[in-house]
């Protein structure tokens, strides 16, 4: 005698609803559906372990679903829905303190630009003190060329000890002050970014067009 799961499986679930109840549902058994790898719908009391972790349903006697069994999760996708909820909850928080905050977008624009000019008055400084370092550099390679090695004569004189550290402070400091410099624009960008991002965010929450 087939069992119940070969025999639901062949018949689906048409012929499901039409058998009798104490052949679709003996002995109080639960009865699933489930789909497997090709796609095919499959009924019966006892799902393949191969698809044991997958979603399926519960149906009583008469072809009904009745319940809803979720598919387990696999450790990277319990992982992926952690993150997807703490990405959630972030950005409720987010929200709350956007409407916190300012009362209007003309407060953001208001602040945003407060913040820039203090950027640009940043970036003014330091591009003026870069330009003070290349011209003190520029100086100092110029009198460097009066001494060995970089002098062609033949008798010239070896660089003195201050030159040489005067040459290496100066270049180190230029060194320094480009990547400040570059600090900076690239903290105006991220700022320009993410107040227009609040702006618009701002707009959506408070339903302005």
Do not use: C
Request: proline share 3%; charged share 25%; hydrophobic share 40%.
């Amino acid at each position: 005698m087939k069992s119940a799961a070969s025999t639901l499986a062949a018949l689906g679930l048409a012929a499901l609803a039409g058998l009798p109840l104490h052949v679709a549902d003996a002995a109080g058994q639960r009865l699933y559906k489930w789909v497997d790898d090709h796609g095919i719908t499959h009924y019966g009391d006892q799902i393949p372990a191969k698809y044991a972790n997958r979603e399926r349903d519960v149906i009583n006697g008469e072809g009904v679903v009745v319940d809803r069994m979720a598919a387990q999760q696999t450790p990277q996708e319990i992982a992926l829905e952690q993150q997807r909820k703490q990405a959630e909850l972030a950005r409720q928080a987010s929200d709350r303190n956007l409407l916190n905050t300012y009362a209007s977008v003309q407060e953001i624009v208001r602040l945003r630009d407060q913040r820039l000019a203090l950027i640009a008055d940043q970036v003014k400084v330091t591009s003026q003190f870069l330009d003070v370092l290349d011209g003190r550099l520029k100086k100092l390679v110029a009198n460097s060329a009066h001494f060995s090695p970089y002098s062609a004569a033949a008798a010239a004189p070896p660089m003195p000890d201050g030159l040489a550290d005067d040459l290496v402070r100066v270049a180190s400091d230029i060194r320094t002050q480009r990547q400040n410099l570059l600090e900076k624009r690239n903290e105006e960008t991220a700022m320009r970014a993410q107040f227009a991002s609040d702006i618009s965010r701002f707009k959506e929450l408070k339903g302005i067009h």
